[in-house]
């Protein structure tokens, strides 16, 4: 059984964030040999990135107080240094962090925390051509979204259990470490994951600071006393206290489907047949 709330939430903006805007508009001034030479798992946050950690940790705050609530039971942080950062700086009352390297952001292998051109040039070609999928198609000699979700299970699954079930937890992470998230607590079909990344509607974004909150207790029906109602998550919402206009939606219900043989074959004859001997 999951525990009754989850949060998570992406790291400020960071200097890998930063440099690739620079990288994007043709600027590269930013790129000196000792920031090339530094992996991203060290990137630090930018002043920008520094300034939204509090913003995010009074929204939390707030919450806690509202919830007559002291602290947060358990605290989770990426061992990477912009994550690190964040958490800190959320000043949250009475943290004790454990981090944990299954939370690290997704691997970009080849592409780097700042893509080569050539590679740009590759992945562009290949989003033309349809040939990206993206959930399955991993970055050149990195993860896909796939793998992600896979690396991920271990700690989903230390996260249901009974001994948390009443229990409020944090999670400081990573946007695409959050997409992956998404998908398993509420059940996202690949297809579909592609079709909202292609959309990248506001209310699938993840901006720096988002807050993702997974809850097993009613949060619409307020005339019903406060109960748990399902052993997993029921519903979703999507915060960014830094920019709400970026980001996010009101709560919503997490439909737990299960699907018919005709439903099966409606989804597969949704890709026509090319071949037929």
Same mark, same amino acid.
């Given at each position: ?7 998570? +939430? ?5 200097? $890998? ?9 043709? &600027?590269?001034? +930013? ?13 630090? =946050?930018?002043? &920008? ?17 509202? &919830? ?8 989770? +942080?990426?061992?990477? !240094?912009?994550?690190?950062? !964040? ?20 691997? !970009? @292998?080849?592409? $780097? ?21 993206h959930f399955y198609?991993?970055?050149?000699? $990195?993860?896909?979204i796939a793998d ?20 409020? *937890? ?13 998908? *398993?607590?509420?059940? *996202? =079909? ?7 990344? &292609? ?7 993840? $901006?720096? @600071? ?23 998550? @029921?519903?979703?919402?999507? *915060? ?38």
């Amino acid at each position: 059984m999951f525990p009754t709330d989850i949060f998570l +939430v992406r790291h400020g903006e960071s200097e $890998g964030n930063a440099a690739l805007r620079q990288f994007e508009k043709d &600027k590269f001034s +930013v790129f000196t040999t000792e920031f090339l030479n530094r992996h991203h798992s060290h990137f630090r =946050l930018t002043d &920008k990135g520094r300034a939204q950690c509090p913003v995010v940790g009074e929204w939390l705050k707030e919450w806690l107080r509202k &919830k007559k609530l002291p602290h947060f039971d358990e605290h989770f +942080v990426s061992t990477h !240094t912009r994550a690190l950062e !964040t958490a800190a700086l959320l000043n949250l009352p009475n943290a004790k962090w454990k981090t944990d390297f299954q939370l690290h952001e997704r691997d !970009t @292998g080849l592409w $780097g925390a700042i893509p080569d051109k050539k590679w740009q040039k590759r992945y562009d070609r290949s989003k033309r051509l349809g040939q990206n999928h993206h959930f399955y198609t991993p970055w050149p000699d $990195g993860e896909s979204i796939a793998d992600v979700c896979n690396r991920l299970r271990n700690l989903v699954g230390a996260l249901d259990r009974e001994d948390v079930n009443q229990k409020r *937890i944090i999670i400081v992470a990573h946007g695409d470490v959050m997409q992956a998230f998404r998908i *398993i607590f509420e059940g *996202i =079909l690949p297809d579909r994951y592609d079709e909202l990344s &292609k959309a990248n509607l506001p209310d699938f974004r993840i $901006g720096n @600071g988002q807050i993702i909150h997974y809850t097993r207790v009613d949060p619409i029906d307020t005339a019903k006393p406060a109960r748990t109602l399902y052993d997993r998550f @029921g519903w979703v919402r999507s *915060i960014n206290p830094w920019c709400p206009e970026y980001a996010g939606h009101d709560w919503r219900a997490i439909e737990q489907r299960r699907y018919s043989n005709a439903e099966l074959l409606a989804m597969a004859e949704r890709s026509s047949r090319l071949i037929n001997e």
